[in-house]
């Protein structure tokens, strides 16, 4: 059974870092395009960053620049992570990791909570 775990987020001041940590178990993950999404109350999920199993990598607009996806595949990890820097108050969400989108979703997580607030 494929397992989804996100951690990693909090109450941080803008301007500020987190890094995003998904733990998958229950899949074959090292062949996997995975991604980063985040979810506002009452708003649809939207997709914040993708990476394939080489590697390369795509963000939305809004976080081009300031987030980093990987991941670690070595010594079965499963690991994907998202490195936020220059925080805004508009990315304050819950934040989750699941398969790319051209692919069919895993069951979501619970994912990790990120406030962005001074």
């Known amino acids: 059974q494929v397992q989804l775990v996100e951690s990693g987020g909090g109450l941080v001041q803008p301007g500020g870092s987190l890094r995003l940590t998904c733990a998958a178990s229950?899949?074959?993950?090292?062949?996997?395009?995975m991604a980063w999404y985040r979810q506002v109350p009452g708003k649809q999920r939207e997709l914040v960053a993708t990476?394939?199993?080489?590697?390369?990598?795509?963000?939305a607009d809004s976080v081009k620049g300031r987030f980093t996806i990987s991941r670690d595949n070595a010594n079965a990890k499963n690991t994907v992570y998202l490195q936020m820097n220059s925080l805004k108050p508009e990315d304050t969400a819950v934040y989750y990791c699941n398969r790319d989108p051209v692919y069919a979703r895993f069951a979501w997580g619970q994912g990790t909570q990120v406030t962005v607030s001074s």
């Open positions: 990476i394939t199993s080489g590697g390369q990598t795509t963000y």
């Open positions: 229950g899949i074959i993950f090292r062949s996997l395009s």
